[in-house]
């Protein structure tokens, strides 16, 4: 009797020990901990389930080998090209050249919006005060040229300049005062949008605000080379050097370490403060940048120029697939995923539909990419 009691003890034993060395084997092979543990100790259920998970497997596999890995330029460009087909079919005048520059052109400001904001979102923040800094910063520089005479060469660094001051204030809040981004951004974008309206007393400015009538200087911007707007060439520019600095530098790697794991980047002793300041000055100086260049463009600015580009700017890096997690994602992306609404205001211009469905539509798109990027998350 005492004998098979110390069989069937030891059977247990061993059974629990076999149990642990499939958890452990699953465990380090990759999978998650709660999925090694249940298939480790229910051998039966992992059985029945197994074919199942197979499947899932393989779906997401195929899934990641269209579309790239999370981060991935591909998916911004495969969204941006089905737009633009869809776009095509419902307007054959969307695919003329005459149309294609207009569209680059009118989308180069939040390009460059979103190009800041792109920096600031691979650290796991947010800018939501880009939009008052673009109409602050034109604001700025129309002011010194026009109301006061300043040549274009000494007022356009100025505005970058102050609208670096002002992102320098903001990682200054965050990093160091430790209040989050979501609120410093907010206070900005009503305290710098009251500061465009002190402005010229809340008015417009153009060549006309001065009498005798003053040009802008910088209205050389809204020129073209060889037909193409100097706008454009500018935003290429712009993504490209942000394209380089993340990608090939280590600043851009110390970028997006803070957003991945920022405990990993202070315990090998990166100033990680430092890089959240650098990133919002970054913001604020391109979105001066973008308000200088729309100003150009409209040959006068109002202080309440940039409504709402804050929240396209954001959809435009989300939509070119840098999480709001931060630590991935490219900067070419965000470009792509400015144009997808930048294709769709054009498509809906072009087809004469009210412009109100651009929220409805956009939305859609921004929804489609997050159920897109949970597939791709999903193990």
Known sequence: MEAAVFRSARSERR???????????????????????????????????????RGKRNFVRVWRNLLGRPGSVWRPALFLAGIALV???????????????????????LVVLAVGEAFVILVGMI??????????????????????????????????????????????????????????TLGTYWGIRGVALLFNQGNYISPDSASPARPLGFAWLA???????????VTLAVVILGQVLVSFTPLGRWIRGVGSNESAVRAVGLPSGRIKVLVFI???????????????WQQSIYPLSGEGDSLAAIAGVILGGIPFTGGRGTIVGAALGVLVIGVINDVIVLVGLPS???????????????????LAYAK
Do not use: K
């Not at 452990?24 to 197994?50: I, K, T, V």
């Not at 969307?94 to 569209?103: H, S």
């Not at 080379?225 to 706008?231: E, M, N, P, T």
């Not at 979105?287 to 100003?295: I, Q, S």
């Open 15 to 53: 059974d629990v020990r076999g149990a642990l060395v499939s958890w452990f084997a699953r465990l380090l092979s990759g999978g998650r901990a709660r999925e090694a543990f249940e298939a480790g100790l229910d051998g039966p259920r992992e059985r029945l389930n197994h074919s199942e998970v």
């Open 87 to 109: 776009a095509a079919i419902l307007s054959p005048a969307f695919l003329t050249v005459r149309n294609l520059l207009a569209l680059l052109t009118s989308s180069s400001f």
């Open 127 to 184: 800018d939501l005060g880009v939009e008052s800094v673009l109409s602050a910063g034109g604001m700025f520089v129309a002011w010194l040229t026009v109301l006061h005479a300043v040549p274009w060469q000494v007022a356009v660094p100025a505005g970058l300049v102050a609208g670096g001051l002002v992102g320098f204030g903001v990682g200054a809040l965050v990093s160091r005062g430790g209040i989050p981004s979501f609120i410093v």
């Open 223 to 233: 020129g073209t080379i060889h037909g193409v707007s100097v706008l454009i060439l």
């Open 282 to 296: 970054v913001s604020g100086t391109l979105a001066a940048l973008a308000g200088v260049m729309l100003t150009a």
């Open 356 to 374: 109100l469905y651009q929220y409805i539509f956009v939305a859609c798109i921004l929804i489609l990419a997050g159920l897109q990027a949970r």
